[in-house]
């Protein structure tokens, strides 16, 4: 059975789509970008905010499921511009301090022209 996930402290699906399901054990969240709950207004025009923005959003995803960024075993990041990278790694380290596997690759373009994406699989307790 699935489970999905929708909370009010992450930024809603723009299309169709969920925040999260659960499934075999797993947390699989969507792709989250710098956009503001409630609101979905851009936050930040740095890589720096943007990517503080859009932990927090997969923290709220991870705390509604009842785990956190230790759970994370795979995550999945999309940068607009691989000259971020460094800069993406200094957010990127203060939350995901475990050290989970991870592919980190450039890409033309993300949604609404943000800096950062990013994705993670989680495991359930």
Same mark, same amino acid.
């Given at each position: ?6 909370? /009010? ?53 991870? /705390? ?19 000259? /971020?990278?460094? @800069? ?5 380290? @203060?939350?995901?301090?475990? @050290? ?7 890409? @033309? ?17």
């Amino acid at each position: 059975m699935l489970k999905f996930t929708s909370t /009010d402290k992450a930024p809603a699906a723009i299309g169709p789509y969920s925040q999260a399901v659960e499934a075999n054990g797993f947390l699989f969240t969507s792709g989250q970008v710098a956009l503001m709950p409630g609101t979905g207004e851009i936050v930040g025009t740095t890589i720096e905010e943007q990517a503080e923005r859009v932990c927090q959003s997969l923290k709220a995803i991870l /705390d509604a499921n009842g785990i956190g960024f230790e759970n994370v075993v795979k995550t999945t990041c999309f940068l607009a511009d691989m000259n /971020d990278f460094g @800069k993406f790694n200094e957010v990127y380290g @203060k939350y995901f301090t475990s @050290k989970p596997a991870r592919s980190c690759v450039a890409v @033309k373009t993300l949604p609404k022209n943000l800096l950062c994406e990013v994705e993670v699989v989680a495991a359930m307790k």
